[in-house]
């Protein structure tokens, strides 16, 4: 049981290039988010999903798309990447609304 | 909009004090508050969840309560151990939203 699992866990971009973040759980959660944390400023809310075929945006979404075409995957996706995205993205799961978020381990990210 | 604040970047105590950790909050009270413990380059963990209608929880070491007047929760750790060093981060979760929204988290170091 590897719980959530992020790929890559490191990666170095130059400004205007793409990338997708992939996050994978194998608990069969339903609701499925994205974090990015930054010094000082805790974790951000960027988008999440409630279900297969479902996404929503959080506090911080300019800049990022999300896909949940299964039910255990959750892409991140920046399409034209920015110096001002560089920081540690964090995905994590829940079985239900209103429980304790299981995380992975991150994918630190480098906008050069 | 709604704020979170934990009081303070970092919080320095002796090996067996008890380590008192604050998150207020702006505005309307959540339905649950949660408290993870994040180590450094790891993802969180979950530790303790605490529901709107109720006022205290304890698991092992660990106490939380939750004063919705004082829209504040304490989270404590009794006999503290160097071990439990690390970065603790309150979230908030609400009735009607699906989001978790996180404090900035308190660097806790405990000095044998």
């Known amino acids: 049981n590897a719980g959530v699992t992020q790929t890559p866990k490191f990666r170095v971009l130059k400004t205007g290039q793409s990338m997708t973040l992939l996050c994978a759980q194998d608990?069969?959660?339903?609701?499925m988010y994205w974090y990015r944390q930054d010094p000082g400023m805790g974790l951000r809310l960027i988008h999440y999903?409630?279900?297969?075929?479902?996404?929503a945006k959080g506090e911080v979404p300019d800049g990022y798309n999300v896909s949940r075409l299964k039910k255990q995957n959750f892409l991140l996706g920046l399409e034209s990447a920015a110096p001002s995205q560089t920081s540690v993205y964090f995905c994590?799961?829940?079985?239900?609304?209103?429980?304790?978020?299981?995380f992975g381990e991150g994918s630190r990210l480098t906008v050069l | 909009s709604q704020k979170i604040e934990q009081n303070s970047e970092a919080l320095n105590i002796q090996e067996g004090k008890t380590a008192t950790l604050t998150c207020n909050y702006t505005?309307?009270?959540?339905?649950?508050l949660q408290w993870y413990r994040q180590d450094p380059g790891r993802g969180p963990v979950f530790l303790l969840l605490?529901?709107?209608?109720?006022k205290e929880k304890r698991k092992e070491r660990l106490k939380v309560t939750f004063d919705t007047t004082l829209k504040q929760s304490l989270f404590h750790i009794t006999a503290s151990q160097p071990a439990d060093s690390a970065t603790y981060l309150c979230?908030?979760?609400?009735?009607?939203?699906?989001?978790?929204?996180f404090g900035a988290g308190t660097r806790l170091t405990v000095k044998p």
């Open positions: 994590a799961s829940i079985p239900r609304v209103h429980g304790e978020l299981f």
């Open positions: 608990m069969n959660h339903e609701y």
């Open positions: 999903s409630v279900g297969e075929g479902t996404t």
């Open positions: 505005n309307y009270s959540p339905a649950y």
């Open positions: 605490i529901r709107e209608n109720e």
């Open positions: 979230a908030l979760t609400y009735a009607n939203n699906n989001d978790m929204r």
